[in-house]
């Protein structure tokens, strides 16, 4: 039974998996056709509040949707994530140091979020990938440089003046999100594979 569960979560997992990167690059496409849309604007001396200007008026569209799109890939990824997490319950690692749903709600503590969700992260990684479960070790470069452009990207847009919010700011904020998308598009393959190939019944009765 416990491989059954385990063979279903796969198989969610990787529906999931395929759902999250379709939107993820949808968001680094439109994010990359606003971020050059603003710049060509900015280098013309468009008034970027001119919103009666067809070039400012589609990127300030181009903007509504990159934020709409931007929820889509938070609250897919959530759901990814827990299962991923879940499946490596299913298969028998005990002593994780996350659950399902700590992977998850750590993003939505304060102060805790600035770490907690790159450890999940970091934990999800390395176990997926059959290391051991009480490694300490950094895990793969790529989910330093994932979490890195989030927090940056994510400062720089929140603290970003809104009367300013087709500024340079906004720009480079909004650029960095779109790198942590591409890392993160990665890191979800990777990983979504690795439990694919790697976690078997014998792991269930370990």
């Not at 929820?71 to 690692?93: D, Q």
């Not at 790159?118 to 999800?124: C, D, H, I, P, V």
């Not at 970003?160 to 720009?171: A, R, T, Y």
């Amino acid at each position: 039974m416990a491989q059954m569960d385990l063979n279903r979560g796969l198989r969610v997992l990787e529906g999931r998996a395929r759902v999250l990167k379709l939107l993820l690059i949808a968001y680094i496409a439109l994010t990359a056709f606003t971020a050059s849309s603003l710049s060509s604007a900015m280098l013309m001396g468009i008034d970027l509040e001119d919103f009666e200007h067809p070039l400012i008026l589609s990127s300030a569209l181009a903007i509504f949707l990159v934020i709409a799109l931007f929820i889509a890939c938070v609250v897919t990824f959530c759901l990814w994530s827990y299962r991923a997490h879940a499946n490596l319950v299913a298969a028998g690692f005990e002593d994780l140091e996350f659950t399902p749903a700590a992977s998850v709600y750590w993003y939505f503590v304060p102060v805790a979020l600035l770490f907690n969700p790159y450890r999940a992260m970091r934990e999800l990684w390395n176990t997926s990938h059959r290391a051991r479960v009480e490694d300490t070790g950094p895990g793969d470069i790529r989910v330093k440089i994932w979490w890195g452009l989030w927090l940056v990207g994510g400062a720089i847009t929140r603290l970003s003046n809104s009367s300013d919010f087709h500024g340079p700011s906004d720009l480079i904020g909004f650029s960095l999100l779109a790198g942590a998308a591409l890392i993160l598009l990665i890191i979800v393959g990777e990983i979504t594979r690795a439990q694919t190939e790697t976690l078997s019944a014998s792991q269930v009765f370990a």
